[in-house]
């Protein structure tokens, strides 16, 4: 079982630059997140999906953009990149439906220089 | 605005012991679940326990209990017989169903150590 599969597992941006990062799962979920981790700042929500076609912004989405073209994907851009972004990021997914468990994909840590 | 807070950045239990997490939130919906989620130094994050909103009773999971004071906005994690492998960060987070949608929503955590 695949789960949430998010790539890569490392970067270093250098300011301005645009990446992807991506996630996939393997489910079927329809839920889908985007959030960002900072030393003692917890998980932030950048974006989420409830389905293929279907976004919403979270807390911070400056800086960031998704899309959802399938169920399975949902990809996360970084246009521009700033220091300010250098985190870690978490995609996770669910199935929906009060109380179901989110699954979490390993992280990216992001750096940007 | 809904908000998770967990006011204890940092705790440390011996092993064996038992330790209280402590969390609190604010949300002006009535359906909505409370989770307790792990993370240990390999990221990975590892759902705990959850509690239904509705439920009275307290949710257990092996050593794992929690304390849901719905009136009072408060979810605390109680871990008894302390191990080793406890060590890690908490979050308490809350999942929101409004008009369909859900968020899902974290405290800022907390970085429990257990000490042999």
């Known amino acids: 079982n695949a789960g949430v599969t998010q790539t890569p597992k490392f970067r270093i941006l250098k300011i301005g630059q645009s990446m992807t990062l991506q996630c996939a799962q393997d489910?079927?979920?329809?839920?889908m997140y985007w959030y960002r981790q900072d030393p003692g700042m917890g998980l932030k929500l950048i974006y989420y999906?409830?389905?293929?076609?279907?976004?919403d912004k979270g807390e911070v989405p400056n800086g960031y953009n998704v899309s959802r073209s399938t169920t399975e994907d949902f990809p996360l851009r970084l246009e521009l990149a700033a220091p300010s972004q250098t985190s870690v990021y978490f995609c996770?997914?669910?199935?929906?439906?009060?109380?179901?468990?989110?699954?979490f994909g390993q992280g990216t840590r992001l750096t940007v220089v | 605005a809904q908000t998770v807070t967990q006011s204890q950045p940092e705790m440390s239990v011996q092993e064996a012991e038992t330790v209280t997490l402590s969390c609190t939130y604010d949300?002006?919906?009535?359906?909505?679940?409370l989770f307790w989620y792990k993370q240990p130094p390999s990221r990975q994050m590892i759902l705990v326990i959850r509690q239904e909103a509705y439920k009275q009773q307290n949710a257990t999971e092996n050593r794992f209990s929690v304390n849901f004071q719905k009136a009072a906005k408060s979810f605390s994690l109680k871990i008894s017989d302390s191990q080793l492998g406890d060590t890690a960060m908490y979050f308490c987070a809350f999942i929101l169903t409004q008009g369909g949608s859900e968020k899902l929503v974290f405290g800022k955590g907390t970085k429990l150590t257990v000490n042999p």
């Open positions: 949300t002006s919906e009535s359906n909505y679940y």
């Open positions: 999906s409830v389905g293929a076609g279907i976004t």
């Open positions: 996770a997914s669910t199935r929906g439906g009060v109380g179901t468990e989110a699954f």
């Open positions: 489910m079927n979920h329809n839920y």
